[in-house]
């Protein structure tokens, strides 16, 4: 008989490591394989926590990164 699978909800710890195997170039199907989260659901994290990071050496160029947002 095939197990269930149950909703669990995703941690700060998890956000962090989903960023980290982000920033390091994974694919979202890898990453879902990896932290075992659904693919939709790593999407949505990422494009939540995208945000255009500006400085003195990209004011033309802007870089996209993953933020942090602090937890609770």
Do not use: C
Request: aromatic letters at 12%; hydrophobic letters at 30%; zero cysteines.
């Amino acid at each position: 008989m095939h197990k269930e699978k149950r909703y669990s909800r995703m941690t700060w710890i998890d956000r962090l490591n989903i960023e980290k195997v982000f920033n390091a170039g994974a694919s979202y199907r890898a990453m879902s394989r990896k932290l075992g989260f659904s693919v939709s659901s790593l999407h949505y994290e990422v494009q939540r926590g995208l945000y255009d990071h500006l400085d003195s050496k990209n004011l033309e160029h802007p870089k996209t990164l993953f933020r942090h947002d602090s937890p609770g």
